[in-house]
């Protein structure tokens, strides 16, 4: 059929859905029904349209005069329905549907309630079912007193069901085939000639044209890369599905703008600059000099950033990585004088310094040495305190096997021994003495005489510096940023172009910083912000996370030290996409960890006035692992996008390709091998619900058989030897006798093909593109 033809006009590909060639880009994954026919349906495809409309065409030659080709019925099928329920009920009950439905929401209507049936009912038909129980309530004065509802309705079901199936007798060329009453449900069943409308719609081009416009503009922001990170394998996932996204919009009829929102200034660059001015040996007289010869630009600024998370993560330094933390010793155990549960323990931590510790844990005795964090300490993401346990003070507190990472028990206060030493200490722990310092991992770049904790401050506050030095515009260090950062925007470009990603406008980070501070200040004075510990920022305590019960927080804007945060950017961006662009939906494809932020920025673009904050929507996402597990550009553990490009063409090359060298040319290879990439890569993607993780895999994403790209590809070019196998012309066309279609594989099959416009604008809707796949 033409939807799949090469030869498309030049409209149609630059507009459509899917671009010529890419059908298998934009998909997730196959319906139970069609996985299980895969290669059955093309077989009878091929024999029963190549066959048959062959046949058809050689017989009307023959005898052009005897042929009486019905004409196509070309009717609204949910309509034809109504109309058919509408006229049983008045002549059955003399009550007129059409009136008892006039003020009722559309959406409640009859005729927005026809759906198709259970899947096991579809399998020869195109087929619609509506409750019979929505008709019985408008009977109900004519229901006898001794039937119940339900049972009513199943009457009214089965009386209407015969007169429906009276009408399609009595008319030789009706539509209908036959009618099943299932309990207060109604299956009717169209004959195959009905559905064979969609081929005369597909014939004439019409049938994937873009929908009419919509007066929506849509933003839909996608991508999103920092530079000087390296775009790996995990980005490509946000970046199939919002290009989907912006075709399966653009389709249904808005007025759609793509763009990126590049990640240009951060504490990343300046970590990634500051490891190189620190402790990169130095080649020659530029950083280009210094990047070595195998790898790319963008890859050693990459590497750059994961050696500089290195040297400021205390976990790589340290067994025990609780900064400020100290051991102490056990002087006294007594039970809590209101919970039997709890003990108050007495404790030295340190020279003359005693601390008391209403604790729960077990399996500790006097003169134990333990984990003691202190007030003022973190423990997770809070901060350690005096609390008063019923009636007793308690002054920090002691640590367990679990909360430790020494062991799985949370409730065994754990005990540091001899036993400790080489594993998780490599000094005699005495009271006061830092858990950091007694578990420094020997010979590291950081100095014996040392204190670890005060060396990662140090180097901490050199990145801080950084920073201020690159948004005072200090010329030296801009310079270098300025260079870097178009090394990473340039391969962006490559990457997108390879990729076929397109984006309409490019924001930058760099350009809505200081506009978002400006913002929250003058929020601040007009009373819609406040104040907490030195921050201003959004209370949000009393909104809850949609579908949850969990509260916003407070999400702050400008911190104690008067700079801004990602939110503070995020209000300035949303600010000129409403303004400037004068949107009216904005919808931002970013991975899920980021929902509490989004939801938090949201809220406050509603609390700062900006009536188009109910129509933003954040699209959330899993993460891309592999199978060792979850990949991080902090700890270096992510396959570049490089790698991958490289993996996939050559295993695409060896498995696909090389037997064709010779009687193709090199480009034709290297554009198919691009193709076939694209589609492995983006249908692996785009195949699975946009809520779940994935799991990276070449070998299975590239095979040519499955629920694959290679696959569709394959499948998509069957098709077309099949089109060129059936050799009508118009006239031979025009008289094709549809009613020949009786096959169960051709009805399923028009029926599929009936359902794709539906499916496209539901994929929209939803958020879900991977329902087109599942369709295809």
Same mark, same amino acid.
């Given at each position: 059929?033409?939807?799949?033809?090469?030869?498309?006009?030049?409209?149609?590909?630059?507009?459509?859905?899917?671009?010529?060639?890419?059908?298998?880009?934009?998909?997730?994954?196959?319906?139970?029904?069609?996985?299980?026919?895969? !290669? %059955?349906?093309?077989?009878?495809?091929?024999?029963?349209?190549?066959?048959?409309?062959?046949?058809?065409?050689?017989?009307?030659?023959?005898?052009?005069?005897?042929?009486?080709?019905?004409?196509?019925?070309?009717?609204? @099928?949910?309509?034809?329905?109504?109309?058919?329920?509408?006229?049983?009920?008045?002549?059955?009950?003399?009550?007129?549907? !059409?009136?008892?439905?006039?003020?009722?929401?559309?959406?409640?209507?009859?005729?927005?309630?026809?759906?198709?049936?259970?899947? !096991?009912?579809?399998?020869?038909?195109?087929?619609?079912?509506?409750?019979?129980?929505?008709?019985?309530?408008?009977?109900?004065?004519?229901?006898?007193?001794?039937?119940?509802?339900?049972?009513?309705?199943?009457?009214?079901?089965?009386?209407?069901?015969?007169?429906?199936?009276?009408?399609?007798?009595?008319?030789?060329?009706?539509?209908?085939?036959?009618?099943?009453?299932?309990?207060?449900?109604?299956?009717?069943?169209?004959?195959?000639?009905?559905?064979?409308?969609?081929?005369?719609?597909?014939?004439?081009?019409?049938?994937?044209?873009?929908? *009419?416009?919509?007066?929506?503009?849509?933003?839909?922001?996608?991508?999103? %890369?920092?530079?000087?990170?390296?775009?790996?394998?995990? !980005?490509?996932?946000?970046?199939?599905?919002?290009?989907?996204?912006?075709?399966?919009?653009?389709?249904?009829?808005?007025?759609?703008?793509?763009?990126?929102?590049?990640?240009?200034?951060?504490?990343?660059?300046?970590?990634?600059?500051?490891?190189?001015?620190?402790?990169? %040996?130095?080649?020659?007289?530029?950083?280009?000099?210094?990047? *070595?010869?195998?790898?790319?630009?963008? /890859?050693?600024?990459?590497?750059?950033?994961?050696?500089?998370?290195?040297?400021?993560?205390?976990?790589?330094?340290?067994?025990?990585?609780?900064?400020?933390?100290?051991?102490?010793?056990?002087?006294?155990?007594?039970?809590?004088?209101?919970?039997?549960?709890?003990?108050?323990?007495?404790?030295?931590?340190?020279?003359?310094?005693?601390?008391?510790?209403?604790?729960?844990?077990?399996?500790?005795?006097?003169?134990?040495?333990?984990?003691?964090?202190?007030?003022?300490?973190?423990?997770?993401?809070?901060?350690?305190?005096?609390?008063?346990?019923?009636?007793?003070?308690?002054?920090?507190?002691?640590?367990?096997?679990?909360?430790?990472?020494?062991?799985?028990?949370?409730?065994?206060?754990?005990?540091?021994?001899?036993?400790?030493?080489?594993?998780?200490? &490599?000094?005699?722990?005495?009271?006061?003495? /830092?858990?950091?310092? @007694?578990?420094?991992? %020997?010979?590291?770049?950081? *100095?014996?005489?040392?204190?670890?904790?005060?060396?990662?401050?140090?180097?901490?506050?050199?990145?801080?510096?950084?920073?201020?030095?690159?948004?005072?515009? /200090?010329?030296?260090?801009?310079?270098? #940023?300025?260079?870097?950062?178009? #090394?990473?925007?340039?391969?962006?470009?490559?990457?997108?172009?390879?990729?076929?990603?397109?984006?309409?406008?490019?924001?930058?980070?760099?350009?809505?910083?200081?506009?978002?501070?400006?913002?929250?200040?003058?929020?601040?004075?007009?009373?819609?912000?406040?104040?907490?510990?030195?921050?201003?920022?959004?209370?949000?305590?009393?909104?809850?996370?949609? +579908?949850?019960?969990?509260?916003? +927080?407070?999400?702050?804007?400008?911190?104690?030290?008067?700079?801004?945060?990602?939110?503070?950017?995020?209000?300035?961006?949303?600010?000129?996409?409403?303004?400037?662009?004068?949107?009216?939906?904005?919808?931002?494809?970013?991975?899920?960890?980021?929902?509490?932020?989004?939801?938090?920025? &949201?809220?406050?673009?509603?609390?700062?006035?900006?009536?188009?904050?109910?129509?933003?929507?954040?699209? @959330?996402?899993?993460?891309?692992?592999?199978?060792?597990?979850?990949?991080?550009?902090?700890?270096?553990?992510?396959?570049?996008?490089?790698?991958?490009?490289?993996?996939?063409?050559?295993?695409?090359?060896?498995?696909?390709?090389?037997?064709?060298?010779?009687? #193709?040319?090199?480009?034709?290879?290297? /554009?198919?091998?691009?193709?076939?990439?694209?589609?492995?890569?983006?249908?692996?993607?785009?195949?699975?619900?946009?809520?779940?993780?994935?799991?990276?895999?070449?070998?299975? #994403?590239?095979?040519?058989?499955?629920?694959?790209?290679?696959?569709?590809?394959?499948?998509?070019?069957?098709?077309?030897?099949?089109?060129?196998?059936?050799?009508?012309?118009?006239?031979?066309?025009?008289?094709?006798?549809?009613?020949?279609?009786?096959?169960?594989?051709?009805?399923?099959?028009?029926?599929?093909?009936?359902?794709?416009?539906?499916?496209?604008?539901?994929?929209?809707? @939803?958020?879900?593109?991977?329902?087109?796949?599942?369709?295809?």
């Amino acid at each position: 059929f033409s939807f799949v033809n090469t030869k498309l006009p030049t409209s149609f590909r630059s507009s459509s859905l899917f671009s010529r060639n890419s059908i298998a880009f934009h998909a997730s994954q196959y319906s139970s029904t069609l996985s299980a026919h895969r !290669h %059955p349906l093309n077989t009878q495809f091929s024999y029963f349209q190549h066959k048959k409309l062959s046949t058809m065409a050689k017989k009307s030659k023959q005898s052009k005069q005897e042929v009486v080709v019905p004409p196509l019925q070309k009717i609204d @099928a949910k309509k034809f329905v109504y109309e058919q329920i509408c006229k049983a009920v008045q002549e059955l009950y003399s009550f007129d549907l !059409h009136a008892a439905e006039a003020k009722v929401p559309e959406d409640k209507k009859i005729l927005n309630q026809l759906i198709p049936p259970k899947a !096991h009912l579809q399998d020869l038909y195109f087929s619609l079912c509506t409750n019979m129980f929505v008709v019985a309530k408008y009977l109900m004065k004519n229901k006898p007193k001794n039937l119940k509802p339900p049972q009513f309705a199943e009457e009214v079901n089965n009386r209407i069901s015969e007169k429906l199936q009276q009408y399609a007798a009595q008319d030789p060329q009706s539509i209908l085939d036959h009618v099943e009453p299932e309990g207060p449900f109604c299956n009717i069943h169209f004959k195959p000639v009905f559905v064979a409308q969609v081929v005369d719609k597909i014939m004439k081009r019409g049938f994937l044209n873009p929908l *009419p416009e919509k007066d929506e503009r849509v933003m839909i922001e996608y991508s999103q %890369p920092n530079t000087h990170k390296t775009f790996h394998v995990g !980005h490509m996932r946000n970046a199939a599905l919002g290009n989907s996204l912006v075709k399966l919009y653009r389709h249904c009829g808005y007025h759609v703008e793509a763009v990126n929102y590049i990640g240009d200034v951060g504490t990343h660059i300046a970590k990634c600059l500051w490891y190189y001015l620190n402790f990169y %040996p130095k080649k020659g007289m530029s950083i280009e000099d210094d990047v *070595p010869e195998d790898i790319t630009k963008v /890859e050693f600024l990459g590497d750059m950033y994961s050696e500089s998370c290195n040297k400021l993560a205390l976990e790589n330094y340290v067994k025990l990585p609780f900064a400020t933390y100290v051991f102490a010793r056990v002087d006294k155990i007594e039970q809590h004088p209101a919970n039997p549960k709890w003990l108050v323990v007495q404790l030295t931590v340190g020279n003359d310094i005693t601390q008391q510790v209403v604790c729960g844990g077990k399996g500790f005795s006097v003169g134990d040495i333990v984990a003691y964090a202190p007030v003022g300490a973190k423990k997770g993401k809070v901060r350690v305190s005096v609390i008063d346990k019923k009636g007793v003070q308690s002054v920090g507190c002691i640590l367990s096997e679990k909360e430790l990472g020494i062991g799985a028990n949370n409730d065994k206060i754990h005990s540091f021994t001899e036993q400790d030493m080489g594993k998780s200490i &490599f000094k005699t722990p005495e009271p006061g003495v /830092e858990l950091t310092e @007694a578990s420094r991992i %020997p010979d590291t770049d950081i *100095p014996a005489d040392r204190n670890v904790t005060d060396v990662l401050k140090e180097r901490n506050t050199q990145v801080k510096e950084l920073l201020l030095r690159m948004e005072s515009g /200090e010329e030296e260090i801009t310079n270098l #940023w300025n260079l870097t950062r178009q #090394w990473s925007i340039d391969d962006f470009k490559d990457i997108y172009k390879w990729t076929d990603s397109h984006f309409d406008f490019d924001f930058h980070e760099s350009d809505v910083g200081t506009e978002g501070k400006e913002m929250a200040k003058d929020a601040f004075k007009k009373g819609i912000l406040v104040e907490s510990d030195g921050a201003i920022g959004a209370d949000l305590s009393k909104h809850l996370m949609p +579908g949850t019960k969990q509260d916003m +927080g407070f999400l702050v804007l400008i911190t104690s030290a008067g700079t801004g945060l990602y939110a503070t950017k995020d209000l300035a961006l949303a600010k000129r996409k409403f303004e400037e662009f004068k949107i009216d939906r904005s919808i931002y494809v970013v991975d899920s960890g980021q929902s509490l932020h989004f939801q938090q920025v &949201f809220k406050t673009l509603e609390l700062l006035g900006f009536k188009q904050a109910s129509k933003c929507f954040h699209l @959330a996402y899993g993460i891309v692992t592999l199978s060792e597990g979850k990949m991080s550009s902090r700890k270096g553990t992510v396959v570049f996008f490089s790698q991958l490009k490289k993996e996939l063409t050559d295993h695409i090359m060896q498995n696909f390709l090389e037997k064709y060298r010779g009687d #193709w040319s090199d480009e034709k290879i290297e /554009e198919t091998c691009r193709r076939i990439a694209l589609a492995t890569i983006k249908y692996g993607m785009l195949n699975q619900d946009n809520s779940r993780n994935i799991i990276f895999n070449i070998q299975e #994403w590239a095979s040519p058989v499955g629920n694959t790209g290679p696959y569709l590809m394959y499948a998509y070019t069957r098709t077309q030897s099949i089109l060129r196998e059936v050799t009508l012309n118009d006239e031979e066309k025009n008289l094709v006798d549809y009613n020949l279609l009786s096959h169960p594989t051709e009805a399923k099959l028009l029926t599929i093909l009936e359902e794709f416009p539906e499916t496209v604008e539901k994929a929209a809707e @939803a958020y879900k593109p991977n329902l087109v796949c599942v369709y295809l």
